[in-house]
């Protein structure tokens, strides 16, 4: 949930599902046979596993449709009109399923399939390293409270109080251009991990004076065994809900970056930069600018509408 | 107000029901519930959590959740409620009927100050009053629940008073209509036990000051043998047992009124165990059927 | 309240003293040397050196920090001798690209990007509160479902594709709007309004969206609390209920998001103002990042910076003149 082009603040401050004050979470077979009865649900986990399975078979895939995502095709532009595809639809066809870019002639669905790859990829990583970061100093501070929580907090508040969009941008345009992909994660997780860590802390604070907390440092348990056994538990509906509804958001921000031109370089394809690349011919070859803004509205509706689902399923009580 | 020669009871509730819609099916939360009330009476029903009292006050209110359903009868000094549009039941509700509820925290907006609640309470049932009658009516009823310097004290926020102030607050809040009958339910509950006290000798007070009906709902039969006439004991959602309150505690018929009166603990009972009512019976969801545990 | 204020203030400045001490870090020590990048294309090593030395480069990097803060506050001389030049406070240095003052270039497009935060924030609070409300109140029906699908998608659409569809449609296809360009109030209301229609629609549609799910959640939860039952049980008429009673305590705390939100305004503007070919800061700042203008970029990161930590203040204070709980007990 780092703070992007399309995501207002607000967003962040619609109330984390209180699962871990509550009952215990409820069993993982009743959520999903609770999700399988929900059609928005099923549509978005299904059209997820669709990009996903793209993504992973991507080089499969494009040999079965016979372009590659870098591979030229001259024969399918019409050099005359400045390289307008040949045929209605942007080229759609046989040949090339989506059509072709125009000017190059380059496949769409060979770079639609490869752009999943980077898009799903670099929001899957943000998301990871953004929760493995949240969870680990929202549990230093909210467990152990006092200076380590006050120094945490304060780091927090710091980039927080960020413009973190345009920082990013300033960032990853100052640094060399190197590995776009992980420099993208790294920015992104660096931004995104205060919002999951200021609930995690919250909530590990309520539950460490809870009874079975109590009970259990009673009892002799090490503070380790504490934390993995007890708290950590009792996280689970939180950082799962928390984690769905922070991946469209990264999803948005890779596309808005690389959009804006300082994501994904060319010619690697993603889909935010393929929008951008279509600005000027949007007018003309309309199908250039509307399959990957499909899917990548698509996408960002099905993480979101899932992430939903799941914090209803989760955590009845919020409903929201 | 309708027959000539003989006035109506105050409250007459024939056969209400109340049923709850859940994922496993209906829930009656109130079954063939039936009592009277004259004016000036008091009655107290006594039951568990989730015996369906609380709900019984909401249904005579019209305040039941909108998922609730409702059946039966409920009558006001002769006047049919129970058929009534929200609108009419508006003016009825804080005019002839004021309630008192149990948590006077979450029962006080938060926003606003003690003063403007009275006010709102008394403005909307009297037409053409300035804001400085109706806060003079504030004030007065502030006094009369013998809130000290109410003059400044109405101008602040709920969470500036304390438990029982803010009690007493909604005491003033449903008096300064001179209402009919007094809907309090559990109205000491949240209170410290010394508070209590004081709050239940304050709605003594007010009655007898007013001559206004009382309707208490608790669990706690100690409370119902000091404050009303006449004692009701509901369980899952049924009436058990009606009588006055001095035979109820000296003969109590049912058993589960008996189970009840034992689970009371007493000063002269030997320190140790305490007695617990076994066998709650068909008690219906718990958890759905008392609006105000949150 | 003085010493609440004191204490609030000083964060503040500690906070921009981090920010600026991070993005000149940032800037002047990962990215390559700049002198190099003003030099351009006919270089000798003699001009690079001239140019090191006018702009502090060879000093320390601590040094360079200082004298920047320096020129912030009280403003900077460049170079030495006939060559020097004056750059007053508050001073964000110069462009690498057109030599003018940054403090300059960002206020002269300030006014375009004002507008558009204005316009946009007018029309997303509307649009939001009463889709929530609509939401809220219709909860369930038909109209709750539609007001939810259209948020839904308001916050699953980029807004930068949200821009050129709208754009296709009504100026493309429809032709119900003339291609945005740039027209002043004064010489034309009608064709400023419409210029900046489809860029308030784009930049407002996500936070309108966010807007109608938080109100919408808010009243829901509000209308079950205890204290509109004790205003229904007064016998208040329903809209008193639902304006005094469920509205004012939902809408509290959106009024602070819309603080946070409103000052945070400048990196979705980015995006609108460069799709919309609007001058404002964002476009600008866009503009700078495809050319490498270190300085530009600089002072708007620190400008927004600037706006977010003062918006959060304000929202502090916001919050305490709103909520009579946050407020300092007198009693």
């Known amino acids: 949930m780092a703070a992007l082009p399309t995501q207002p603040a607000a967003a962040q401050e619609s109330a984390p599902p209180s699962g871990a004050g509550g009952a215990p979470p409820p069993p993982r077979r009743g959520v999903l046979r609770a999700l399988g009865r929900d059609p928005g649900a099923v549509l978005s986990a299904a059209y997820i596993l669709l990009v996903v399975a793209m993504a992973v078979f991507a080089p499969l895939i494009v040999r079965m449709s016979g372009w590659g995502p870098y591979e030229f095709d001259q024969t399918a532009v019409n050099p005359d009109l400045g390289g307008v595809p040949f045929g209605g639809w942007g080229g759609a066809g046989g040949e090339h399923w989506f059509g072709v870019e125009p000017g190059s002639g380059r496949d769409i669905f060979a770079r639609i399939v490869y752009g999943a790859r980077v898009s799903m990829l670099i929001a899957l990583a943000a998301t990871a390293l953004t929760t493995l970061l949240g969870v680990v100093f929202g549990l230093l501070a909210g467990f152990f409270g006092g200076k380590v929580d006050w120094v945490i907090s304060r780091v927090m508040d710091f980039l927080m109080a960020f413009p973190a969009l345009i920082f990013m941008i300033a960032i990853l345009s100052a640094l060399p251009a190197g590995n776009r992909a992980v420099l993208l994660v790294v920015v992104i997780s660096l931004f995104g991990w205060p919002y999951l860590a200021r609930i995690v802390r919250g909530q590990t604070m309520s539950l460490a004076r809870r009874e079975f907390v109590e009970a259990a440092r009673a009892s002799g348990a090490g503070r380790a065994t504490i934390v993995f056994r007890e708290i950590l538990p009792n996280l689970r509906s939180t950082i799962i809900v928390m984690t769905t509804l922070a991946v469209p958001g990264y999803i948005g921000t890779e596309a808005g970056l690389s959009f804006l031109g300082v994501g994904v370089v060319p010619p690697t394809p993603s889909w935010g930069q393929m929008i951008a690349s279509s600005v000027s011919w949007y007018s003309v070859v309309p199908t250039y600018f509307a399959i990957p803004g499909a899917f990548l509205f698509l996408l960002v509706l099905s993480f979101t509408v899932l992430g939903d689902r799941l914090r209803a399923v989760l955590d009845p009580q919020g409903v929201r | ?294 | 309240m003085a010493r609440f204020l004191i204490a609030r203030l000083s964060g503040v400045v500690l906070i921009l003293l981090l920010v600026c001490l991070f993005t000149f870090g940032v800037f002047f020590v990962l990215s390559p040397d700049p002198a190099v990048q003003i030099c351009g294309k006919n270089c000798t090593p003699e001009l690079i050196e001239r140019i090191r030395t006018n702009l502090g480069l060879d000093e320390p990097l601590l040094a360079q920090f200082f004298s920047f803060l320096g020129g912030l506050f009280a403003g900077r001389t460049y170079g030495v001798g006939e060559s020097a030049t004056h750059c007053a406070a508050p001073c964000l240095g110069y462009s690498f690209q057109s030599s003018q003052p940054v403090w300059d270039m960002i206020m002269d497009r300030l006014p375009v990007t004002a507008t558009l935060a204005v316009g946009a924030a007018v029309l997303w609070l509307l649009a939001g509160v009463a889709g929530g409300l609509l939401g809220a109140l219709r909860e369930g029906t038909w109209w709750d479902r539609g007001a939810m699908v259209v948020a839904l998608s308001g916050i699953s659409v980029p807004n930068y594709v949200f821009a050129l569809v709208l754009q296709y449609v009504l100026v493309v296809e429809l032709e119900w709007l003339p291609f945005p360009g740039t027209v002043t109030f004064a010489e034309d209301p009608g064709g400023w309004f419409q210029n900046y229609l489809m860029p308030w629609i784009v930049l407002a549609f996500a936070y309108a969206s966010v807007y109608a799910r938080l109100t919408r959640a808010n009243v829901i939860d509000t209308l079950s609390e205890n204290y509109v039952r004790t205003a229904r049980a007064k016998g208040l008429p329903r809209h008193q209920v639902i304006r005094r009673h469920a509205l004012r305590p939902a809408l509290t705390p959106i009024a602070t998001v819309f603080g946070m939100d409103f000052a945070g305004l400048l990196g979705g503007a980015l995006i609108t103002e460069t799709v919309f070919g609007l001058n404002g800061v964002g476009k600008m700042t866009a503009d700078s990042i495809s050319r490498n203008d270190q300085p530009v970029i600089m002072g708007v990161t620190l400008l927004a910076a600037f706006f977010v930590v003062v918006g959060n203040v304000v929202i502090d204070l916001l919050y305490t003149a709103l909520d009579p709980r946050v407020r300092v007990n007198s009693a």
């Open chain 2, 1 to 294: 107000m309708t027959a000539i020669g003989k006035t109506p009871p105050l409250l007459e509730v024939e056969e209400l029901n109340v049923t709850f819609p859940t994922p496993q099916g209906a829930v009656d939360v109130v079954r063939d519930l039936g009592f009277t009330l004259e004016p000036g009476g008091s009655l107290g029903i006594v039951g568990e959590s989730g015996s369906g009292k609380s709900m019984t006050s909401l249904a005579i209110m019209g305040l039941l959740p909108p998922r609730a359903t409702m059946s039966g009868r409920v009558r006001l000094a002769g006047r049919e409620l129970s058929g009534l549009t929200d609108r009419q039941l508006r003016r009825v509700r804080g005019d002839r009927i004021a309630m008192v509820f149990q948590d006077p925290l979450s029962s006080l907006n938060p926003y606003y100050t003690v003063g403007t609640q009275i006010e709102e309470a008394y403005r909307a049932h009297r037409q053409r009053v300035t804001r400085r009658q109706a806060r003079r009516v504030a004030v007065e009823a502030m006094e009369r629940v013998h809130i000290a310097d109410a003059a400044r004290r109405v101008d602040h926020y709920p969470h500036q008073f304390s438990g029982g102030m803010r009690q007493r607050v909604m005491i003033a809040m449903a008096l300064c209509t001179e209402p009919d009958l007094l809907i309090a339910d559990e109205p000491t509950t949240a209170l410290d036990v010394t508070v209590q006290a004081q709050i239940l000798r304050l709605l003594t007070e007010v009655r007898q000051e007013t001559g206004a009906g009382l309707l208490l709902i608790t669990h706690d039969l100690a409370v119902v043998s000091e404050m009303t006439e006449e004692v009701l004991v509901m369980r899952a959602g049924a009436c058990v047992e009606r009588a006055s309150a001095e035979r109820l505690f000296s003969d109590p018929r049912h058993p589960y009124t008996r189970a009840l009166l034992d689970a009371v603990p007493r000063l002269d009972d030997e320190v140790g165990e305490l007695r617990t009512v076994h066998g709650r019976g068909p008690s219906p969801a718990a958890g759905a059927t008392e609006g105000d545990e949150r």
